[in-house]
């Protein structure tokens, strides 16, 4: 009877999430922000009215958070393993040829492939390269589960992460994340999110548009050092423009 039970409830989680429009909703959040309801509603191209239903059953089923400052209602994601959760749905996806566009269009969406966050950590090119890069230096160790090596331990602190409060935190210090451009696993966890932000501190990157990243010049040059990779191999990918669409 358990099992019928549950699977009942991952029915109701999966039905909240087989609405084009919920989904967007979703993925749009995955930059850690909090929107307004009408923000949401024009990202998703829908009425307010119609946004309202979906950002309500979306809060309900315990996918999204809101939080009411005076006349407005702000939503976000309502923890990292929700983000998880679409991230690696996402990630499933089969990749589908998009309509030709403008070279704004191309570029946007190849600064978002390169680097971009995923709730609260690195995703796209970038942050695969820095996944790939901690486990070929054996910083990271993928033998039994993927874990923080003590060479790991040590680079973060040597790079001025906060790695007390790493152990002492709840949430997972290392998790694979699968990049739903790249199709291979990103850094996530307590130290994907600690490097997002000291990265971010240290001047090596910056906010792009919307959920893109953009890696600075003295970034590219000291994230090469600090990986032991050369500064070519974080080159962003120029964009591709097609006529019948991209693959």
């Known amino acids: 009877m358990g099992t019928v039970i549950e699977g009942r409830g991952m029915a109701e989680l999966a039905a909240l999430l087989a609405d084009g429009t919920r989904a967007g909703i979703c993925l749009a959040l995955l930059d850690d922000r909090a929107w307004t309801a009408g923000e949401l509603a024009r990202r998703a191209g829908v009425a307010p009215s119609t946004a309202s239903d979906h950002l309500t059953r979306l809060v309900r089923g315990g ?23 679409i991230e690696d749905l996402a990630g499933h996806v089969p990749a589908q040829p998009a309509p030709a ?11 978002l492939a390169y680097a971009r966050t995923c709730y609260d950590h690195l995703a796209g090119r970038l942050g ?31 790079l001025g992460v906060p790695v007390d409060v790493l152990r002492t935190a709840r949430r997972p210090v ?27 501190e240290l001047g090596w990157t910056t906010p792009g548009t919307g959920r893109a990243v953009r890696l600075t010049p003295t970034g590219r040059s000291a994230l090469a050092a600090t990986l032991a990779i050369q500064e070519d191999a974080l080159a962003p990918t120029p964009p591709a423009l097609s006529t019948s669409g991209r693959a």
Do not use: M
């Open 63 to 85: 996918l999204l958070v809101e939080e009411r400052q005076g006349r407005h209602r702000y939503l976000r994601l309502a923890g990292p393993s929700v983000a998880q959760l």
């Open 101 to 111: 566009g403008s070279l704004r269009a191309a570029s946007a969406s190849a600064a």
């Open 128 to 158: 695969v390269l820095l996944y790939d890069a901690l486990v070929a230096d054996g910083r990271l160790d993928r033998t039994s589960g993927l874990a923080l090596t003590p060479d790991g331990w040590a680079w973060a602190a040597e």
């Open 174 to 200: 290392v998790r694979d994340c699968l990049d739903w451009t790249e199709r291979r696993p990103h850094l996530a966890g307590s130290l994907g999110a600690a490097l997002c932000r000291r990265f971010a």
